[in-house]
């Protein structure tokens, strides 16, 4: 069973704040990792994607690989009120596959 | 990245009946996904279509019941067939323009069913 977790929060954190999102993934063999902002009624859209171990910025987001513990994790720095959504982490499947899986979402509230 | 347009976006149908989506992509593709997003869930993938070639279904999703077509390399139908309630989701196709760049999503099509 191929597997996606996070917590589904709500996670709550003032704005101006670092708000962190972590996902872990069973799947040894993945190598592609992305993270998706969703606002409700919206589809999915990308704003991160990470295939390294280590850490890639874009702008106010980080996001961080550590292929060894299985875990990916999002970093929104300064957080706002615009950035109250959920977040879903999804995992390309490699070795034949090539189609992503992704975790139940978490859901982010920036309160001003 | 990919432009897709989906249709419909939205459709109430009577719970027996049929609904094809469509989706059109800007751009050829060798692989377009089909996946349905229950309320208040994540996404489920469907199957995966390639032109060409039959769909490949998940488990727990079977041909008779989501049969697809991929005619050509910017084009793809989801048929929801004898739908009942339980089938009231949102549907989504996607694609990936580049290999490892991640996947577009079309705008999605909420489909109630009663």
């Known amino acids: 069973q191929k597997e996606v977790e996070q917590n589904s929060g709500p996670l709550s954190v003032p704005e101006g704040a670092i708000a962190s999102l972590n996902c872990t993934y069973s799947d040894r063999g993945s190598q592609s990792f992305f993270w998706y902002r969703q606002y409700s009624g919206k589809s999915p859209e990308l704003i991160m994607s990470i295939y390294s171990n280590g850490d890639k910025e874009d702008g106010r987001f980080t996001a961080q690989l550590n292929k060894a513990s299985q875990y990916v994790s999002l970093l929104i720095r300064d957080s706002q009120p615009s950035d109250s959504a959920t977040y879903l982490c999804a995992v390309n499947l490699e070795g034949g596959y090539n189609k992503l899986i992704f975790g139940a979402g978490t859901r982010l509230a920036v309160h001003p | 990245s990919a432009v897709i347009s989906q249709k419909p976006s939205r459709d109430i149908c009577q719970r027996g009946t049929s609904l094809t989506i469509q989706c059109q992509v800007d751009s050829q593709v060798t692989m377009m996904f089909w996946y349905r997003q229950q309320p208040g869930q994540s996404l489920t993938l469907i199957a995966t279509?390639?032109?060409?070639?039959?769909?490949?279904?998940e488990s727990g999703f079977v041909i008779d019941k989501f049969p697809i077509s991929r005619p050509n390399l910017t084009f793809s139908t989801l048929t929801v067939s004898n739908m009942s309630p339980e089938d009231s989701s949102i549907y989504l196709c996607?694609?990936?323009?580049?290999?490892?760049?991640?996947?577009?999503f079309g705008s999605g099509t909420r489909l109630t069913v009663v």
């Open positions: 996607s694609v990936e323009p580049r290999r490892g760049d991640g996947y577009t």
């Open positions: 279509a390639n032109q060409g070639s039959e769909a490949t279904y």
